[in-house]
């Protein structure tokens, strides 16, 4: 996660767009967005739900820990994009 996070941070400010904040948030908590869309993936094709409520627990559980997915790896994302440009700010030397 930091190192995409890094990476994709200094990509954006080679182009001269500071606006990392929200996006070193979204590009590593976009993992997230891809576990629930796998678990829609298995549900359909691989198990067998029979009725409501197994079918609202399973997608229930499957939000939730793709939401949690998605806080953990954007805030650790963003956390290092923080880190990387503070540190690289702190480098440049203006005279």
């Given amino acids: 996660c930091a190192e995409v996070s ?3 941070c200094y990509f954006q400010l080679c182009r001269e ?3 990392w904040w929200w996006r070193s948030f979204l590009h590593t908590g976009s993992s ?3 576990l629930f869309l796998y678990g829609v993936h298995y549900a359909s094709r691989e198990l067998r739900l029979s009725g409501a409520t197994a079918i609202a627990i ?3 559980y499957t ?3 793709a939401t949690a997915l998605t806080l953990v790896a954007g805030a650790v994302g963003f956390c290092a994009a ?3 440009v503070r540190r ?3 480098e440049v030397k203006v005279d």
């Fill in 58 to 60: 399973y997608y229930g």
């Fill in 88 to 90: 690289i700010c702190a």
């Fill in 6 to 8: 890094i990476v994709l």
């Fill in 17 to 19: 767009d500071y606006n």
């Fill in 82 to 84: 923080f880190w990387f």
């Fill in 32 to 34: 997230g967005l891809y």
């Fill in 63 to 65: 939000l939730a820990a």
